[in-house]
């Protein structure tokens, strides 16, 4: 397996309180992307990353934000949350060379 | 606009039957196409792939896919499947955006195999 660590694993949080998960990468690749997982949807790119301090949105970036200070490191905060926003929140890393991406293990957030 | 398009949400099969999930992408232009298969429990890893040359890709545990350039598809295909093929599978086309290259899903196909 590619060298991705998500963390936390599971959170459960408030309506209305700052979460930030977080993704860490060992491989040096160069792109990193933020999905969620929702029954019936697959998966929807929330935000990525082509470079330290470059992001973009993505299909459902509403009420994220992300910021990626060194090349292992991409951080995924909801400002707010919602319980909307209660989903499964993938991490994946690209080479960015049109290939395949690899995927964390994924964390489970409970917005009540 | 919906890239890849799965036509299958749910497939239930028996051991040993056959499988065929269909995907199709609208997409222009040259492209890089992939299934993913999701364990329960567990994160995406690839399948197969398909980049170029022969059409006909096979992956592992025994999968393959045609690329049917013609008719946009990228089906995925298993002569006998397995109890353990049980999982969430999803294709995948390396959508070009402002440089760079987004992997961009289908809504996947949940696949159980009963014993």
């Known amino acids: 397996d590619a060298g991705i660590t998500q963390s936390p694993r599971h959170k459960v949080t408030e309506t209305g309180t700052p979460v930030t998960l977080r993704c860490h990468q060992t491989?040096?690749?160069?792109?990193m992307y933020w999905y969620r997982q929702d029954p019936g949807h697959g998966l929807r790119l929330i935000h990525y990353?082509?470079?330290?301090?470059?992001?973009d949105k993505g299909e459902v970036s509403d009420g994220y934000s992300v910021s990626r200070s060194k090349t292992e490191d991409f951080l995924l905060t909801l400002e707010s949350a919602t319980s909307s926003q209660t989903s499964v929140y993938f991490c994946?890393?690209?080479?960015?060379?049109?290939?395949?991406?690899?995927f964390g293990q994924g964390t489970r957030l409970t917005v009540v | 606009a919906q890239s890849v398009s799965q036509h299958n949400h749910h497939v239930i099969l028996s051991e040993a039957a056959s499988l065929e999930l269909g995907c199709n992408y609208s997409?222009?232009?040259?492209?890089?196409l992939f299934w993913y298969v999701q364990y329960p429990g567990q994160h995406l890893q690839l399948l197969l792939k398909?980049?170029?040359?022969?059409?006909l890709v096979k992956g592992i545990k025994g999968f393959e896919a045609e690329f049917i350039k013609s008719k946009f598809s990228f089906n995925l295909r298993k002569p006998s499947v397995q109890w353990s093929d049980t999982a969430e599978y999803f294709c995948a086309v390396n959508k070009l955006a402002g440089g760079s290259y987004i992997p961009t899903f289908g809504r996947g196909t949940s696949l159980i195999v009963h014993p």
């Open positions: 997409y222009g232009g040259t492209v890089n």
């Open positions: 398909y980049f170029s040359g022969d059409p």
């Open positions: 994946a890393i690209s080479s960015g060379q049109n290939t395949e991406a690899f």
């Open positions: 990353s082509y470079g330290v301090k470059d992001t």
């Open positions: 491989e040096n690749h160069r792109y």
